[in-house]
């Protein structure tokens, strides 16, 4: 009669309950609440906002997670969700400058700087350094490198992601990682 | 799956040179994923993000399944 919650929980899983109560949602958020706040934090480049975006990506996820299908992976249904939410809130802020063709002939003429090793010494400004050398990319560069950082990701989820092939990922990867590299150096 | 698929696409050649990791050591990082996978690593999500998400999830209904769990599982 009075059986413990978790026996309930785990003999009617659909039934209505507080949301956390979700063991399911729970496992989700703890899996991959740190990718989606990296995204979030580096793409907008602002804790507070990356703090709020995480937390409404997840609380979209939550509501909407009887429309998962199941045709990808969970990271990047929950990738996909976070990148219209951050770039939404994007445009309405209007922030970042726009990306022109002549930006991207100097990233082009970058390519001796960029091909030696990144060193880099190990200090509690290294993230701003990334954060400064990100902020100066063309955002579609910036989410590119972002994506495929993450090691659970595939060139083809990437493209996915970004609505473009995979060989167009890697197209744009190699000017992304040139143009990152010359930034970076300038933050030294 | 997916990470070897990845590193079959042209970065096997990515190796780390990573002297001691105490503070203010000398890192080299051969690629820039390399350098933004050593950045997350180091990124936690604050853990305020999931006490407002408790609280804000238990707003709504605990949603249903997705169908096709529900058929095969």
Known sequence: MNEPMAERERECPDQTQPGWASSEFADLYAEHSRAIFYLALRFLGDPQKAEDATHDVFLKAFRKMDQFRGEASWRTWLYRIAINHCRNLQQSWNERHMFSNADEAIWENAVAQSESPLRVLETKELGERIQTALDALPDEYRLLLLLIADEQLSYEEVGTLTEQSADAVRGKLHRARKAFAVLFKKTE | ?73
């Open chain 2, 1 to 73: 799956m997916n990470q070897h698929k990845k590193f079959n696409s042209g970065q096997e050649h990515e190796q780390i040179v990573e002297s001691q990791t105490t503070q203010n050591s000398v890192q080299e990082f051969s690629s820039v994923e390399q350098l933004l996978r050593h950045d997350a690593d180091r990124t936690a999500a604050p853990a305020s993000i999931e006490q407002r998400l408790k609280k804000s999830s238990a707003d709504f209904p605990q949603p249903s399944r997705p169908w096709w769990k529900r058929l095969f599982q």
